[in-house]
């Protein structure tokens, strides 16, 4: 069989990894980074189902983890929805799912290379799932903690400030996972500092006075910036999957189910180039037309609504429709999935 090799070692990477592992193709998986590692996330997965888990193999690392059922938004401290999802969103840490995935990977015979950073290379039979690209001037700020002991936790919250939001989720051993993403200005304050200092100009202190008085954990503390959402620009022959491919804003909580969805769509096409029955500009083609179909709906819905979420406008509105009951909250959801 012709061997597979993987560059980016996240959840695109690792899952397909695992799948064509378990088809018995040879795969070679580098990774810039070493695990475990806290990543700049959500940490809640709206939309994988259990088909695109099951066959990939890895339904089993979710056991266990809380699931949400509800999720409830807040405009400037007030709530202005509440409501139950299509489907329950899982509630796990990256340090933890990029951990055990990496560990199965190497159980079924996966070669995994950590600490090994590619240059971008086009080449026969390479998979190129290394995330989002680095954009020189970025617009966005993303940043997270874990807080221990949070009182008055309401499960699944969003909260929308002026300029930004954030998420909370609870995920395993009783942390909340905070995430925000804000507009790249100068905030002042380093580490937990500047997360307070963006959720306060952002219109959101009371929820920074509310994280303050649990317990963060400073070492889960990360920020990312230069990145941006949409299609993401690749080399034109480079197989791309996951954020390499296209990233979509986070307040859907879709990201991650859609790098989980485009392994899924990669690993039959990739098995039988393995197998030699099909050329890989087939498999180009076959992955590329495949993940359109799937991802266009979302992405383009995701990016008609968040303007919507960062404008005092676009906020009124929403607010407005969703005191009225006239959010299509579950129909939107459904969508973004
Ligand atoms: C602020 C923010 C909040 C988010 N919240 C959520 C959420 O709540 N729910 C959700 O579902 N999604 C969320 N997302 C999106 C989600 O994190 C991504 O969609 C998901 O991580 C994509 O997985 P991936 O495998 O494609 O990329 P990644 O997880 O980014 O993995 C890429 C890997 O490639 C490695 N790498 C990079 N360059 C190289 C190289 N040159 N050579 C080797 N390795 C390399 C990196 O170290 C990394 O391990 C959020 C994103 C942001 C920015």
Redesign the pocket.
């Known amino acids: 069989m012709k061997e597979v090799t993987i560059?980016?070692?996240?959840?695109?990477?690792?899952s397909l990894g695992i799948a064509l592992r378990r088809a018995r193709v040879p795969v070679i998986l580098?990774?810039?980074?070493q695990y475990p590692r806290h990543?700049?996330?959500?940490?809640?997965?709206?939309?994988a189902g259990e088909e695109t888990l099951t066959r990939l193999g890895i339904t089993d690392l979710f056991s266990g983890v809380p699931l949400h059922e509800e999720t409830r938004w807040f405009l400037g401290g007030e709530r202005i929805y509440g409501g139950r999802l299509e489907r329950p969103a899982l509630g796990v840490s990256?340090r933890r799912l990029?951990l055990d995935l990496a560990t199965r990977f190497q159980e079924l015979g996966g070669q995994l290379h950590t600490g090994?950073?590619?240059?971008?290379e086009v080449r026969e039979g390479c998979v190129w799932?290394?995330?989002?690209k680095m954009e020189r001037s970025s617009r966005?700020i993303?940043?997270?903690v874990h807080v221990r002991k949070l009182t008055d936790q309401r499960g699944l919250e969003m909260h929308l400030g002026r300029h930004g939001y954030a998420?909370l989720?609870p995920v395993e051993d009783g942390r909340v996972n905070v995430?925000?993403?804000f507009p790249n200005r100068r905030y002042g304050g380093r580490g937990l500092e500047l997360l307070w200092n963006c959720l306060a100009e952002n219109g959101l202190e009371d929820l920074a006075g509310r994280l303050r008085g649990g317990d963060p954990d400073t070492g889960s503390f990360l920020g990312?910036s230069a990145?941006s959402f949409g299609l993401q620009a690749g080399s034109g022959g480079l197989l791309t999957?996951?954020?390499?491919?296209s990233?979509?804003p986070?307040f859907?909580?879709?990201?991650?189910?859609?790098?989980f969805e485009?392994a899924e769509i990669a690993v039959d096409p990739l098995r039988r180039y393995a197998g030699g029955t099909v050329c890989w500009m087939e498999v180009l083609r076959d992955i590329r037309g495949s993940l359109r179909k799937r991802f266009r709906r979302r992405l383009f819905t995701a990016r008609v609504l968040h303007p919507l979420l960062l404008t005092k406008s676009g906020r009124f509105l929403l607010a407005g429709a969703a005191r009225s009951g006239l959010l299509p909250f579950r129909t939107l959801s459904r969508i973004l999935r």
């Open positions: 560059v980016g070692g996240g959840l695109a990477g690792l580098h990774e810039a980074g990543r700049v996330c959500g940490e809640f997965i709206n939309g990256r990029d090994s950073r590619q240059k971008e799932t290394a995330g989002r966005w993303g940043l997270k998420g989720a995430c925000g993403l990312v990145f999957l996951g954020d390499a491919e990233m979509i986070p859907t909580g879709n990201g991650m189910s859609m790098a485009a």
